[in-house]
């Protein structure tokens, strides 16, 4: 069946702009992940749904950043007034239990 | 929170040697550490995983092993071939929720 899909795969956009990230988890996944990846470094968790409900936003690094899962499937994650360190590919990964499946990811570049 | 170190960052090893991994974690409750692989440009894909109630688990030229009392577990590739070239990263979860802390990830190249 199909994995997880992200769009758009590239993003590049200016210094104060506002960006939505899409992931499209496994059908029937109800966990859902939003991590970030730098270069050189392993994924590093922003925010966990279980459901439509954000069970944990601990990784978030600041007010700029919010996801939503409306109907519990697809989730968008949004980037307001990016920085120029917000460069990165960032990684949506879904489970039905342990196993985290990832996406391929979107790399963002603010210029 | 929970700390994941891996090392060694960088491992090149002749075809057909051993490669070995090691990751430490800090949170004496996670109880699951799964080993993902990622070729350049490519998502992570889960190889092998290991959960706190085993020691050892193999899948054919995949072996990794966990020492809980240590807080130390560690990924084997026996008979490497080139496409086992790729960076591998470590993870572990936290305790009460289902995210992964991942270690810095180690570029592993075989030499043909």
């Known amino acids: 069946g199909a994995g997880v899909s992200q769009t758009p795969s590239n993003k590049v956009t200016e210094k104060g702009k506002y960006v939505e990230l899409r992931c499209d988890p496994i059908?029937?996944?109800?966990?859902l992940y939003w991590y970030r990846q730098s270069l050189g470094q392993g994924p590093e968790f922003l925010i966990y749904?279980?459901?439509?409900?954000?069970?944990?936003d601990s990784g978030l690094p600041n007010d700029r950043f919010f996801a939503v899962r409306p109907e519990g499937s697809v989730s968008t994650l949004k980037i307001q007034r990016t920085e120029r360190g917000d460069s990165a590919v960032y990684l949506c990964a879904s489970s039905s239990g342990s196993e985290q499946f990832f996406g391929p990811g979107t790399r963002l570049t603010v210029l | 929170g929970e700390n994941v170190e891996q090392h060694p960052s960088t491992l090149s090893v002749q075809e057909g040697d051993s490669a070995v991994i090691k990751c430490t974690y800090s949170?004496?409750?996670?109880?699951?550490f799964p080993w993902y692989k990622q070729e350049l440009g490519k998502r992570p894909q889960l190889i092998i995983d290991i959960r706190s109630n085993v020691g050892e688990k193999k899948d054919q030229r995949i072996a990794v092993t966990l020492n809980k009392t240590a807080k130390h577990f560690s990924l084997h590739i026996t008979e490497t071939q080139p496409e086992d070239s790729a960076v591998y990263f470590c993870?572990?979860?936290?305790?009460?929720?289902?995210?992964?802390?991942f270690g810095t990830g180690t570029r592993l190249t075989v030499i043909p």
């Open positions: 059908s029937g996944h109800t966990a």
């Open positions: 993870a572990a979860d936290t305790v009460g929720a289902n995210n992964l802390f």
């Open positions: 749904f279980q459901g439509t409900g954000a069970a944990d």
């Open positions: 949170d004496s409750a996670s109880n699951y």
